[in-house]
């Protein structure tokens, strides 16, 4: 377990990294983006926006699949104290996966796996940053829904 836990921590640190490195590549200080990830989600989705991705080869994808879950599961541990984990999956070509956990509004613990929302987006273009990042949240229950209006009158 104590094996899992660090392999977890490398992996945050480094998509933490990266994240600010797509951040400050984009023109958004690191100053500002540890003030407020979400800062940069506008200039994330222009940049995706402008992509030539019917030109992309599997490298351009993997690049592009690695910043977006990189940034993805950072906003979520900055946003909502969520953490990222190590889960061992049998069933996973390398035998674990990375997962971003966090407390939901329902007090249960979910996990989310940034990879697997990142390319559901892929699959489904065009490719939001805010949907992208609204079903992470979803996933993890961290924001209220709703299955109906917001209010109703008297």
Excluded at 31 to 45: F, N, S, V
Excluded at 99 to 127: K, S
Aim: proline letters at 7%; glycine letters at 8%; aromatic letters at 8%.
């Amino acid at each position: 377990m104590q094996g899992l836990a660090e392999d977890a921590r490398k992996w945050s640190e480094g998509a933490h990294r990266n994240a600010v490195g797509l951040a400050t590549a984009l023109g958004l200080p690191a100053e500002r983006y540890a003030e407020d990830a979400l800062l940069l989600m506008p200039a994330l989705q222009n940049y995706v926006d402008l992509l030539p991705l019917g030109e992309f080869e599997k490298e351009d994808w993997i690049a592009l699949h690695t910043d977006l879950t990189s940034y993805l599961g950072d906003v979520l541990v900055r946003r909502w104290g969520a953490a990222w984990g190590k889960v061992e999956d049998p069933d996973s070509p390398v035998g674990h996966r990375y997962v971003v956990e966090a407390t939901g509004l329902d007090n249960a613990v979910h996990q989310v796996e940034p990879y697997d929302v990142v390319m559901e987006e892929f699959e489904n273009p065009p490719i939001g940053i805010g949907r992208m990042l609204a079903n992470a949240e979803a996933v993890l229950h961290v924001t209220p829904t709703t299955n109906g209006p917001a209010h109703t009158t008297p």
